[in-house]
């Protein structure tokens, strides 16, 4: 009889066995918790039976089904609609009869009982099977698993991160777990390094396991350790190859194994902590910054009680710390280099906030540090800092500047003199220098004086740079000198935004008169009034960024 011809026939078999246990819930009405719960264990009676004997799967996993889906199986109560107190064979017919048209993807329960999430295994359903028998090699790995001790979840985490372990053909699997135990390792052991580390069931990995324990077996250390020390969360996992490494790196570094021995045995998080990765990044920063190897292994010894990966925050701040208030490399080197092992335990303050607390410049702070590197231990975080008494350095700086404005003609004590001095920054010993240096470089003394009154800023800056803009705009644009008399401004600008803006003169076709209107305007002004009036100025912009970004 054709369902197609017969409609009524084919939505009758929907229908609920008993209406009593679909009846539709009353407006405002609501499932009491007791309801329910009796449902979902009525539920899961009815799915065991369905799983194992009108699915004919092994009890141990049609068990498992039933009871550790609690997702899946309120879904498909939602779908049969029981809101209301059954009888058990009610419940089991229903979900029977339900079963008998809409097949289910047996996966999902299957995967869920093993402690997955929807989000984690949808992606993992195959698309070629529904029914857990047509994949024979899960349920046998499966099983190989439940027989070694491992429990759903911890399956579950292995699923996750060491799929391939399900798919091993027959004895493959028991034969890589073998593996382990031909090293010499209990079987308690190797189910819980296997939890904490699903990913050595897959290629190799068991080699990298061997090598890592034969170090630790080497210098007197044994597997309960090892036990003692990995992570009893079930979510941390483990990378041996990073382990071996850094067993590596540790045993290259020390002659003498007792001492190994002990640092290994004070500090487990050298090697435990993200699988070791943070030591092996911290060994590379060191030695980057020039550590040798004997000054590694002195740091290691003084290791802080702190994690390793706060040590190397620490210690890439402090670097960033000391870089930022211009310290020369060879000085930040021979200060990590010396002073890593309680850096590394050290927060410091910002580089802003420090020198605001200190009432010194980067100059006065530099020479601070590098006359008693352990100063820095006051500037941590939490920690009040008091100013730095001033030194005659200071004052005779400012009485410099001082008589240095007098000389251009400013008046003793005055307000114009104040601002003067407060824009110039460095030492006043610089300003002379740098006033003689233009001088020099051929513009008539007045002149520079006449610039410096107008703008202070100009002698702000190295000797260095200032020769070069002045050559760049003299030599290589044919500008004359008088050009910085009437526009002294054009020196506070930098150097690429001199070349980025006047590099476009040759598209200008004369409209422009004077450089002061290039190099002072905005660039959103810049570029809508003299790029993008030229048909190729977009280009040759882009050009000349590029020519000057690689400079």
Known sequence: MSLIRKPRFFFSLLKPFNPRSFATVGTGEKLSVRTRLENQRKAQTAMLDYFYITRGLQFLV???????????????????DCDTPADDADIALSITRFLRFHPINEFEP??????????EYNHLLPSDKMFLNEDAF??????????????????????????GAFGYETGGLASKIKAFEDLGLSKSFVSRIIVCSPRIL???????VGKALEILKTIGIGVEWVNENLSEDEEESYDWRFMHRVLSLLRGLFVNDSELRELVKKHPRLVFEDSGEWTLFLAGFLTKLGSSKSELSSFFLKFPETEVKKCVLNLRHCFLFLKKIKM?????????????SWLGACSLKKP??????????????????????????????GLKVQPLPPTGEEETSRLMKTQFLINLGYEENSEEMERAVKKFRGRGSELQQRFDFLVGLGLNEKDVRNMVN???????????????????????????????????????????RMKLRLGMIPFMEGKVKAISSLLGCSDQHFVSHYVNRHPDGPKHW???????LYE
Request: with cysteine.
């Open 352 to 381: 802003r906030t420090l020198l605001d607390r200190l009432n010194v410049g980067t100059r006065r702070l530099c020479q601070v540090i590098q006359e008693n590197p352990e100063v820095m231990k006051k500037w941590t975080m």
């Open 542 to 548: 882009e050009d000349l960024k590029k020519q000057i």
């Open 454 to 496: 107008a703008f202070p800023q100009i002698l702000c800056q190295a000797s260095d740079l200032l020769e070069a803009k002045i050559n760049y705009i003299v030599n290589e644009l044919g500008y004359p000198f008088s050009i910085f008399v009437s526009f002294p401004s054009c020196l506070v600008f930098t150097l690429q």
């Open 328 to 340: 020369e490399c060879d000085e930040m080197s021979k200060i990590f280099r010396s002073h890593s």
């Open 202 to 208: 897959v290629g190799d990995m068991n080699v990298e």
């Open 110 to 119: 299957f995967f869920e009982s093993l402690g997955l999430k929807p989000s």
């Open 138 to 163: 899960l349920l046998e790995n499966y099983n190989t698993f439940w027989i070694y001790g491992i429990g759903l979840k911890q399956m579950g985490k292995i699923f996750k991160e060491a799929r």
């Open 62 to 80: 049609a068990e498992s089904m039933s009871k550790n889906a609690p997702l899946f199986n309120d879904n498909l109560l939602e779908k049969l």
